[in-house]
């Protein structure tokens, strides 16, 4: 798949892990096969539609994520840094401040938001990695 850095999903359930213990909630994934689809869907976008743009496709992670409850707990959490992380690793810094992100998340999780609103936000809150 052309340059795009992808997420791992022993990289996202280990950052879950590590957000569980560090701020609470039920440990665990609650479906297998709702992770697989979640962390799969921005890489078929790419391979089937063309998107490029890592903003669109960190922000099909976190709705996916979010709205898909792959894990017991922390679905959000996971959502935001999913599509953080997607978005750094292919040559971005998100600069927000906590509040706001955690305002965006409920949005998304509420469907107020979606995917093309996620990724906005995120194209309005990110730097170049320089």
């Known amino acids: 798949m052309s340059g795009i850095v992808w997420l791992d999903r022993l990289a996202i359930e280990l950052l879950h892990s590590e957000n569980i213990a560090d701020h ?10 709702l992770l697989e689809g979640a962390l799969a869907r ?10 490029e743009d890592v903003f669109a496709l960190g922000a099909c ?14 679905n959000k959490r996971a959502a935001f840094t999913a599509c953080i992380l997607i978005v750094e690793m292919n040559g971005w810094r998100v600069e ?14 509420a469907g107020t938001v979606g995917q093309d609103g996620l990724a906005a936000w995120l194209r309005d809150n990110a730097i170049p990695r320089g």
């Open 24 to 33: 609470g909630g039920l440990p665990g994934l609650r479906d297998e096969a």
């Open 61 to 74: 992670y976190g709705v996916a994520l979010a709205k898909n409850h792959p894990f017991n707990d922390g």
């Open 96 to 109: 927000a401040d906590q509040a706001e992100a955690a305002s965006i998340m409920l949005d998304v999780a």
């Open 42 to 51: 921005p890489q078929n976008l790419h391979a089937y539609e063309g998107l």
